[in-house]
């Protein structure tokens, strides 16, 4: 029945996982480009190939905070092995993605309950890596301090008054990106104090949220490291695009 599943014990604080960085543990992933003159689609068998060689590229196992690595390296896999337009990409990406949370077991929880979940939150996140527009993650203006205290109040509390009904399992890609477009106005704050600024905000907002059927300190440990990943990600690349320029 769907409310039977095990609930880990009371002091359980995060799930019992070692999140290790990309840069560590990252191998080549063992499949041969396929060269094609026009634009085309894997198969059902391309992604669950492609899934499971990126999968093992993470060899001390893969972690939720890793979610951002994985959408960056299956669109690299996309890039080298086929031509598609960028919504075709965004679709292959998320079938990659789809497989490899199929292959991954939560720690105390049914899959039947937590792969609908994650795949939702990635169909969200993927908007992250893969923006229709840089707009869609880059500041509106740009500030010439550092971000205060006052600063940071008054951006939740504009966040909190835009949902007014709270937040849902939803929102969290939609708050982590205007939290990060948020952060990165201010261009004399390092980009380690950006990540950290911006994972406190999205952290302090992901803790009103209640997933049904899932024990609240453990949702919100993993919805925290995923959002983290997200997070690190995008900020280093706006860092890129602003050094460049």
Known sequence: MMNDYYVPPEDFKTPPAI???????????????LLVEKSNKPTDEEYKKAAISIKEIFEDG?????????????????????T?????????????????????????????ITDPIFKALASSF???????????IAPNKTIESEITLDDIEE???DIKEGFKDGFQLRD???ITIETIKFTSEFINTTADEKKQITKDIVNE?????????????FSDSILKALADGFIDASIDTLE???ISK
């Open 19 to 33: 999140y290790v960085t990309l840069e560590e543990v990252q191998k080549p992933m063992d499949i041969k480009p």
């Open 62 to 82: 893969f972690q939720w905070r890793d979610l951002a690595s994985l959408m960056k390296l299956s669109l690299e896999y996309v890039n080298n092995f086929f």
């Open 84 to 112: 598609m337009d960028g919504l075709d990409k965004k679709e292959a990406v998320l079938n990659i993605i789809d497989f490899v949370i199929d292959e991954t077991d939560t720690p105390y929880l049914p899959d039947c």
């Open 126 to 136: 993927v908007n992250i890596i893969m923006p229709d527009s840089i707009d869609t």
């Open 155 to 157: 951006f939740i509390s």
């Open 172 to 174: 969290i890609a939609s």
């Open 205 to 217: 907002l992901i803790e009103s949220i209640e997933i049904s059927f899932i024990p609240e300190n």
């Open 240 to 242: 890129e695009i602003f």
